[in-house]
């Protein structure tokens, strides 16, 4: 026992020995030029903090980073103050093979266009606390590696075409994992083409791969850089607790891609929500004042049958469902096409539409449509929803400070939903919903804490706090 007592220790020791030599490594490494940027990057390693003092700096070419630090040792890129350092000229960063564990913080982006990239064959690279406003025609960010995190940034003040933020792929494989949360986009003026997205997750030859993204937290505000605001274009990813204002005919668009989610998200003064592709679940989302709430799309083709990728893929199997639609012009419609293809097996159930325009306008095929659980309030012509798909009542909606509608005790809506949505586990508030006897609409008469809501400038971009884990 003596002796290993004592191997035990001097393993203790080696390993004391060891974190305090990869400790003593890691540093705080001051840059005052791009020149000395760039040296300082070519000599960081794990754990190091190279910080660029405030000021306004001129990049004539990318500053290419190939770092990797590691999952507890990460490089961090920072400037000295956030919102301090300016970087303006050709290009900012840019994220190449083998980058991982590698952070930007807090630098305001002026550059050229197209000159932020996290490329392909890169992990882990994260950009936070920016604000990006760059100049010319391209993409403000364009994101191609795995498991990237853009948080807490201001996208703003874009009126050319190119993407705010583009997510593309390598081959048919689209960036995976990717996490963008708690940033502010807004000011995106009409581009007068298509590639104008805020955000445009994927592309029509990586449509049919699963990026597994998720897009939560985010505040969008006036952004028409064309009708779609976003674009999704790959498979998987989710949507959530996003907030949409003031961006008249602009739409989250499943442009490409099956088996979404979107839910919990807020529109407001927008063109809603269009769907193409199979198997997408819509749920929970707040949708008030907007031109059209949902639209269903009529698909011009069926990938599955070995259509083009870029055609409209036949929206088929999606279901849309616990919503909460007030006071939008138009409620749920299936646009016309001609020869179009329309929508197979939709379920549209336990929404509450309350004001507004005709319910529906379905103008295509719509073979094995189901309609059930819908509860109607001061609404114009029922239109093309059935009479046994809905029923005429008060859900007593009240405003909260923030104008959003929620039920209120004696609401009809409470535990009257009918029918199995075991994917439909949480309301617009966050709070988790019960396996059975669930509310209609989006909100669910809980007591539990809320965990999400209509945002505010307050709650996103570089000054934004991060919440409590």
Known sequence: MPNSSRLLRSVALLGSSLLAATNA????????????????????????????KDGHYTATAPIVLRLAGTAAQP????????????????????????????????????????????????SHCRISRCVFECAGEGAYLTVTGDDAEVDRNEFRNKKTLGNMIGVTGTGSQVARRLWIHHNYFHDFANAHGNGGETIRFGLSGLSMSTGAGLVEYNLFVRCTGENELISNKSCGNTYRYNTFLDSPGAELSQRHGNHCLIYGNYFRRTQGIR????????????????????SIGNGDGEVADGAKLTSHDRPDNCVIAFN???NNTEAYRMQGRASG???????????????????????????????SGNILWKT?????????????????????????????????????????FPAVAFDMDGQPRPAAGKDVGADEFSTVPVVARILTVDDVGPGSIAPKS
């Open 25 to 52: 490594v890691a540093a705080t490494r001051i840059a005052d030029s791009i020149a000395s940027l760039e040296s300082r990057l070519g000599a960081a390693a794990p754990g190091d903090r190279i910080v660029l």
């Open 75 to 122: 490089i961090v890129i920072a400037a000295e103050t956030v919102g301090g350092a300016t970087i303006e000229g050709a290009a900012g960063f840019k994220f190449e093979r083998p980058a991982a564990f590698v952070t930007i913080e807090g630098f305001v982006f002026t550059h050229r266009a197209g000159g932020a990239v996290i490329g392909g064959g890169t």
């Open 275 to 294: 769907l193409f592709g199979d198997g997408h679940q819509i749920f929970s989302n707040y949708l008030e004042g907007n031109s059209v709430a949902i």
């Open 324 to 326: 909460t639609l007030v």
């Open 341 to 371: 293809l329309g929508a197979t097996n939709t379920t549209f159930a336990n929404n509450i539409i309350q004001g507004g325009g005709k319910v529906a306008a379905i103008d295509g095929p719509n073979a094995g449509a189901k309609w």
């Open 380 to 420: 114009g012509d029922a239109g093309d929803l059935p009479a046994a798909g809905y029923t005429t009542a008060d859900p007593h909606l009240s405003p909260d400070q923030a104008g959003v509608y929620h039920i209120l005790p004696g609401s009809p809506a409470i535990d009257s939903a009918v029918g199995d």
